[in-house]
């Protein structure tokens, strides 16, 4: 029983201690000083990012922007491209078919000018 009571105070004290931290986290964010460093801090990170960009920019180097945005669009492309295939597949079936249909006639063809040749040879005997 010591060791469920040990983990149960350990647990109780663990919650405590989060809420508390919550509770100090929204009350710094509430303070005008603090939201207003925060906000500073935020600003000064997206100009840093735009100097980093125009900076890799001029030496060719391509962002991680870039580079999402390359990757995104080779997305693109390669679902194009999977589509493109399932329509070629496609259209390969149907002449397969249609070829097959046409082996189908030319046999049919030649089954009809043999009975044509029996029926004669049958006829020239009567």
Known sequence: MAADDGETLKGQVTKQGQ?????????????PVVSGALS??????EHAVRAQEAAMGALGIPSAA??????????????RLEGLEDGIDRILERLDQRAAGADLDARLTKLEQALERIESALGARS
Do not use: N, P, W
């Not at 500073?40 to 990170?45: D, G, H, K, Q, Y």
């Open 66 to 79: 870039d580079v999402e945005r390359l990757t995104r669009r080779l997305r693109s492309v390669s679902q």
């Open 40 to 45: 500073t801090l935020f600003e000064a990170r």
């Open 19 to 31: 809420e508390a931290l919550g509770r100090i986290a929204q009350d710094l964010i509430k303070t």
